[in-house]
C-alpha cells in the first residue's frame, strides 16, 4: 500500500512508519479526542495502525493517512473501516476522519473524505458508506452534510455505556 489518492492540496496513502509519531501525538490529543471515550496510548495507537493495516490486507480499502501535498506534512487520516460492533446497519462500510486540532478548520476533512467517496465508487465499487459520531460532535457532522450524507437516525453505540456521554450517536449514509 503507498500513494491512494491525490487532490489539490491532499495526499492520501498507506501508514508508513515515517508518520507513527505523529499519529500517536494525534491520539493523545484530549481536544482531539474530545468525542471519543479516551485520548489514546501510544501503544493503543500502535495497534490501531494495526488494525488499518490488516483491514487494508483483508479487504483491499483502508484509513489512509492524509499529508500535505506541498510538503507531505501529516495532517491526519479518512478513509474505510468495517465497524467491530453489532447494530442496526452493520455490517457496512464506514468512512471516518481525524485531523491534528491545528489543521482544523480549513476543510481537508471533506476535501480527503470527498476524494474518498468517488474512489469507493469509482474503484471500489462500494454501493453505499455510512458515518457515523456522538450528537455532540457538530464539527464531524457538519462534514457528513457538507458530503452530501443524508441524515438516517440517533442510535446507542453498543461498545459504551449506556449512560455515557458519548452513548447517542448520529448515523448518516450516502448512496454512490
Known amino acids: 500500500m503507498a500513494l491512494i489518492l491525490k487532490t489539490e492540496r491532499l495526499v492520501l496513502r498507506s501508514f508508513d512508519p515515517a508518520f507513527y509519531d505523529s499519529f500517536v501525538a494525534m491520539n493523545k490529543e484530549e481536544e ?5 471515550p479516551a485520548p489514546l496510548s501510544k501503544e493503543e495507537s500502535l495497534q490501531f495502525i494495526d488494525r488499518i493495516n ?3 490486507k483483508d479487504v483491499g480499502f ?4 492524509v499529508l500535505l501535498a ?8 479518512t478513509g474505510f473501516m468495517t465497524p467491530s460492533f453489532d447494530a442496526f446497519f452493520t455490517p457496512c462500510i464506514e468512512i ?25 465508487k469509482e474503484q471500489l465499487g462500494l454501493k453505499e458508506v455510512f458515518s457515523f459520531t456522538s450528537i455532540h460532535n457538530k464539527k464531524s457532522e457538519a462534514v ?17 455505556d449506556k449512560t455515557h456521554w458519548l452513548c447517542a450517536h448520529v448515523l448518516y449514509v450516502i448512496q454512490l
Open 32 to 36: 482531539v479526542m474530545k468525542y471519543f
Open 54 to 56: 490488516n483491514h487494508y
Open 62 to 65: 483502508s484509513l489512509y493517512a
Open 70 to 77: 506541498s510538503n507531505n506534512t501529516f495532517l491526519g487520516f
Open 96 to 120: 471516518g476522519w481525524r485531523f491534528k486540532k491545528e489543521y482544523w478548520g480549513n476543510g481537508y476533512a471533506t476535501e480527503a473524505a470527498t476524494a474518498c467517496l468517488k474512489y469507493a
Open 144 to 160: 457528513m452534510q457538507k458530503l452530501g450524507m443524508q441524515r438516517q437516525e440517533n442510535f446507542e453505540h453498543p461498545k459504551l
